[in-house]
């Protein structure tokens, strides 16, 4: 079975805070996914990795960045968190070829204070 | 850019019951995949079942079933003889065919339903 798995399930911090939330899955994946859930909002994709070190923006990146130095690993960065970004974080994965399926993570629910 | 609606922010459904979570979507794409994802309170996102846009037979998993219609951009989801471990929150899912990078999910913004004695 394919896992994804997410550093914290709960997270709490500061504003100002650069916070870390990190993604490891174990299926050798291409892509990988970072989205957001808020009430009434649906998930929201906030970057996408490809390949090791590609990234792309996705539809909510501003206040986020992203890194992927290993093909199992893909990281979320806070740079400067803020009260909006109290969130959760759901990470996903998936093969670059098939049925496209996504794998999720247990997700990370953050409050920023 | 494609847009994904769910008209239905909570229903309910009596155990045994059979219930259908509606979606629609907007798409000017020919080639697309369409997807049911159900989360479960505290538990992960799972896929429930999956649609090819060019397969005009409606996709099946046991007690799941589909309803699509290509023409009216409407895609519900079936269940039938409802079960208690179906409570969960529902999201309806579109991505496009694979252009050669990831192909990102487009959400709705999901169904909860309660599955009640």
């Known amino acids: 079975d394919v896992k994804v798995t997410q550093s914290s399930r709960y997270l709490v911090k500061r504003t100002g805070e650069k916070v870390f939330l990190e993604c490891v899955q174990d299926m050798d994946h291409e892509n990988m996914f970072w989205y957001r859930q808020d009430p009434g909002l649906g998930l929201r994709l906030i970057y996408f990795?490809?390949?090791?070190?590609?990234?792309e923006k996705g539809d909510i990146p501003e206040g986020y960045s992203v890194s992927r130095e290993k093909k199992e690993r893909f990281s979320l960065i806070l740079e400067s968190a803020s009260t909006n970004q109290t969130s959760m974080y759901l990470c996903?994965?998936?093969?670059?070829?098939?049925?496209?399926?996504?794998?999720f993570g247990p997700g990370t629910r953050l409050t920023v204070t | 850019a494609q847009t994904v609606t769910q008209s239905q922010p909570e229903m309910s459904v009596q155990e045994a019951e059979t219930v259908t979570l509606s979606c629609t979507y907007d798409?000017?794409?020919?080639?697309?995949?369409l997807f049911w994802y159900k989360q479960p309170p505290s538990r992960q996102m799972i896929l429930v079942i999956r649609q090819e846009a060019y397969k005009q037979q409606n996709a099946t998993e046991n007690r799941f079933s589909v309803n699509f219609q290509k023409a009216a951009k409407s895609f519900s989801l079936k269940i039938s003889d409802s079960q208690l471990g179906d409570t969960a929150m529902y999201f309806c899912?579109?991505?496009?065919?694979?252009?050669?990078?990831?192909?990102?999910?487009?959400f709705g913004t999901g169904t909860r339903l309660q599955v009640t004695l």
């Open positions: 798409t000017s794409e020919n080639n697309y995949y």
């Open positions: 899912a579109f991505m496009k065919g694979s252009t050669g990078t990831a192909s990102k999910l487009t």
């Open positions: 996903a994965s998936s093969s670059g070829s098939g049925t496209y399926e996504q794998y």
């Open positions: 990795s490809y390949d090791v070190k590609m990234k």
